[in-house]
């Protein structure tokens, strides 16, 4: 094929004698064509969510995991899934899922998975969801969406994350004396983590793409330092002086 003779439609449609010949298309209205700038316009628009899933060797808790994302309300969100290069039936699974941005290959780690999956991201809010972790309601990203669009000075929400036996069945709820009083926000949130070390609940935390790349440690660090990733995160993020919200439902399991 001479690519000088392809118009730079062609490459979104691969169906018509034009495409495979290298003549000029001249079917406007080619079902492949149309869809191929569907596919491409939707690619160039920025979902508002990023979603990373770090997956390895954990085949049984695939299918819950990715269901509890696939069945989430908001329709405005990618679901990038980085794979470490399992060795058990975790690819063909994952597979089983088109709309998802897969990558599988060797890596370092779960920090080192969630860095790839950073890099790809589009979206301007950020969420990890772990294979063998999931949301607990469906309502979870628009909630998170909501909050964060309604206002620019919050820059990480977080809900409550229960926690399950391996057959699924809930056994706890974190934090659960934030059941009776108002969770710590703002400047609050500073003096509380000092007290208690507390740190952001990584499995539903919501925040803005921006900051992490602040505030979440690289490879380099991890590797030099062995430091705790969600605890430096949630040290520099109150550090810097971020402002984040509690919004008190049940939003994950793990």
Not at 67 to 78: A, P, T, Y
Not at 119 to 147: F, H, M, P
Request: proline content about 3%; hydrophobic content about 35%.
């Amino acid at each position: 094929i001479k690519k000088t003779r392809l118009p730079w439609r062609v490459l979104f449609c691969s169906i018509c004698s034009a495409c495979t010949t290298g003549s000029a298309c001249t079917i406007i209205s080619c079902t492949n064509l149309i869809g191929g700038f569907k596919a491409f316009k939707d690619f160039l628009k920025k979902p508002k969510i990023s979603v990373i899933t770090a997956s390895y060797n954990l085949a049984p808790f695939v299918e819950e995991t990715m269901r509890s994302v696939l069945n989430q309300d908001c329709d405005d969100f990618e679901h990038i899934v980085i794979d470490g290069g399992s060795s058990d039936d975790s690819l063909r699974l994952l597979k089983k899922y088109p709309d998802i941005v897969l990558m599988s290959e060797e890596d370092k780690g779960y920090q080192d998975a969630f860095w790839k999956g950073l890099n790809l991201a589009r979206g301007e809010y950020i969420l990890q969801c772990a294979v063998s972790d999931g949301y607990a309601t469906t309502k979870w990203l628009n909630k998170c969406i909501e909050v964060l669009d309604a206002d620019n000075d919050i820059s990480l929400v977080w809900g409550f994350a229960g926690r399950l036996t391996e057959d699924s069945k809930y056994i706890a709820v974190a934090r659960s004396q934030f059941h009776y009083e108002e969770a710590p926000r703002e400047g609050d949130m500073f003096n509380y983590w000092l007290k208690t070390f507390f740190f952001y609940p990584e499995g539903n935390l919501c925040v803005r793409k921006s900051v992490i790349l602040k505030c979440y440690p690289t490879i380099e660090e991890y590797e030099k330092n062995n430091t705790l990733d969600w605890l430096e995160f949630s040290y520099r993020f109150n550090r810097l002086g971020y402002i984040s919200t509690h919004i008190p439902i049940l939003a994950n399991f793990g």
